[in-house]
């Protein structure tokens, strides 16, 4: 969501800040804006609503030459998007804050501070921070003990980026809830949501801990818990390069991150299985002994994620022979719980920074679950470091905000998972063996599905003037269906339901006529012939059907039925393999619509506020 970039510098930070911002639009955002203290010691604000090009032809028009600032994409939460409610927000031109989260006590500070005389010019709750911040240091507090004193007032959600011209050589920052990094540079240093912000600047990073806060010049950093002690956080190098984000030859991020996918796949294998078996080693210490405790599995996860999670449920139960719940986020974090022993607790993120995802985690570690994994993308992210173990999917960065890489790399761990816990409990040698050897064939099987990708776009022409679409599945292609669906309806604005099609009959079938294109997925497994009665049932009243069939599967090309052939797979990996011509249709459907792929509207890569 909302993206925080904050530099104090021996040079002009204004270009960096802006690309800090670029870099970090794959988050979704409404506005943005940057506020510098410029030579001569005067707060210089400057905000737009819509895109940063809007914001940097500003600057063209007002440039900012300052050598520290801020700069913020917002994703509108409390109040309109719009010019007055983007950031930074200032009070009385002297101080300027930048804000993530969500400050859930922000109706009763604003009242008290309006009583003692300050003015309010946005409906946002990060105006009362600045204004706040600005009353402690007319109490004669420094800019360091304000916002200390400020956050402990605050109750919710923040991450916050402070510059004054009363100390024009310092950058203050505090996180409790969301996201924030160090950035450590030569004679300069950073802050942001993300490492992914400042990646063309520093690989050396710090990873503020809730609570902490935090003083930056151009010399040093100094950090403090939340009591005021000093503390030392480690520094962390990363390997990821400023070109990794770059969209190359691709259209849209999300088509090129499509085409990585055998990549991705092959990368969340590399180095973790041996000889026709998964190696426990790849899950951490802890997994060889934790492994042996565990019956019974609860996964938690939101959106994308969640429909991984509904795949593995039903891996877990017919090949590991043990109890898997699967459950969003935010509906398990709000409900009393009866947690059965030896229970693992795996939570799965693409960004490990999903607000939900992370409180439910910590809930867990409340309730005595036996043991947290985290299946994610980011080995420095929240969720990852407050784990017991981990897997990471390897998948690179993921830019589109619908996912696509992510979810199939996801898919890829939690099998390795299930056959790691399985092999406890009655799956034989053989069997691992056997599905091991799809997993590794599985890159040159997807490569085989993107070669659909013309035949697949020729599809997508006949679901250009639609308003609605039905996914239909069966067994674990199911949460496949879903995920087809939620693609659509992300990405193209077309209302795309999800249904079992044994549950036709039980409503969906009312919808049914001319204009509601019905799309399937149909692996040669042995539920096909129940789902070939089902799609007869479509047929029979007039639905027009787009079904993606094993080539194996005995199923005809008929008028109102259109076929597409997808290569024969054992049926574990089929969910996987099936994923990626429905990834292709939502993309091309889009590209027929006109809508911004890889930015939809009102939606946000990475949800860290509820």
Not at 522 to 536: F, G, T, Y
């Amino acid at each position: 969501m909302c993206g925080i970039v904050g530099a104090v510098s021996h040079r002009i930070v204004t270009p960096l800040l802006l690309e800090g911002l670029r870099r970090l639009e794959y988050r979704g955002y409404d506005s943005a804006g940057v506020a510098v203290l410029d030579p001569s010691g005067e707060l210089l604000r400057v905000r737009r609503k819509g895109k940063i090009r809007e914001l940097e032809a500003a600057l063209k028009e007002v440039p900012a030459n300052g050598r520290i600032g801020i700069a913020h994409t917002r994703w509108a939460t409390h109040g309109v998007p719009s010019e007055r409610n983007a950031h930074p927000h200032l009070c009385r031109e002297t101080l300027a804050v930048v804000h993530n989260g969500i400050i859930e006590n922000h109706e009763a500070l604003r009242l008290t501070l309006e009583e003692k005389g300050y003015a309010f010019e946005s409906e946002t709750d990060t105006e009362t921070i600045v204004h706040q911040i600005h009353e402690f240091l007319t109490n004669g507090d420094s800019l360091l003990e304000a916002v200390r004193h400020t956050c402990a007032v605050l109750e919710g959600a923040y991450a916050i980026g402070v510059i004054s011209t009363g100390d024009p050589h310092r950058l203050i920052t505090a996180r409790q809830g969301s996201p924030l990094v160090i950035g450590l540079g030569e004679g300069e240093n950073f802050i942001a949501s993300d490492i992914f912000a400042l990646v063309g600047e520093t690989q050396r990073f710090v990873f503020l801990e809730d609570g902490d806060f935090a003083e930056l010049s151009t010399e040093k950093v100094r950090i403090f818990d939340q009591s005021g002690q000093p503390v030392e956080r480690p520094v962390h190098e990363t390997g990821l390069s400023a070109d990794a984000v770059e969209r190359g030859h691709y259209r849209h991020y999300m088509q090129k991150e499509i085409h990585e996918q055998p990549v991705a796949i092959a990368k969340t294998l590399e180095g973790r299985i041996r000889a026709g078996q998964v190696l426990e080693a790849a899950f951490g210490p802890l997994a060889s002994q934790t492994f042996n405790d565990i019956q019974a599995v609860q996964i938690v996860a939101c959106g994308t994620s969640y429909h991984a999670g509904m795949v593995a449920r039903y891996w877990m139960e017919d090949l590991a022979g043990l109890a898997c719940q699967v459950e969003v986020a935010s509906e398990f974090r709000y409900r009393r719980h009866v947690v059965a022993p030896g229970t693992l607790f795996v939570t799965l993120s693409q960004s490990g920074e999903t607000a939900d995802t992370l409180a439910a985690l910590k809930e867990a570690k409340k309730l005595g679950y036996a043991h947290t994994l985290a299946i994610c993308n980011v080995p420095e992210s929240s969720i990852v470091r407050g784990s017991d173990s981990c897997l990471m999917t390897r998948a690179g960065q993921e830019i589109g905000v619908a996912s696509t890489k992510a979810f199939t790399t996801q898919l890829v761990a939690l099998l390795l998972l299930v056959l790691a816990l399985g092999r406890r409990h009655g799956l034989s040698r053989e069997r691992e063996a056997m599905i091991i050897a799809e997993l590794e064939s599985l890159p040159e099987q997807v490569k085989n599905v993107l070669r659909l990708e013309e035949e697949i776009r020729r599809w997508a022409e006949l679901f250009g003037d639609k308003e609605h679409a039905l996914y239909l599945g069966r067994g674990p292609q199911y949460p496949v269906a879903m995920e087809g669906a939620l693609k659509l309806k992300e990405i193209s604005y077309i209302h795309a339901e999800a249904y079992p099609a044994g549950e036709l009959k039980h409503g969906p079938l009312a919808l049914i006529d001319d204009q509601m294109p019905v799309v399937a997925v149909a692996p040669n497994d042995e539920l096909l012939e129940k789902l070939k009665s089902n799609l007869q049932e479509v047929h029979a009243r007039g639905g027009e059907l787009y079904v993606f069939a094993d080539a194996g599967a005995p199923m005809d090309s008929v008028p109102g039925v259109n076929l597409l052939r997808v290569a024969e797979t054992d049926e574990v990996v089929a969910p996987i393999l099936y994923t990626v011509p429905l990834q292709l249709l939502a993309y091309h459907v889009a590209l027929i619509k006109g809508t911004d792929v890889d930015q939809p509207r009102n939606l946000a890569k990475s949800v860290t506020v509820e």
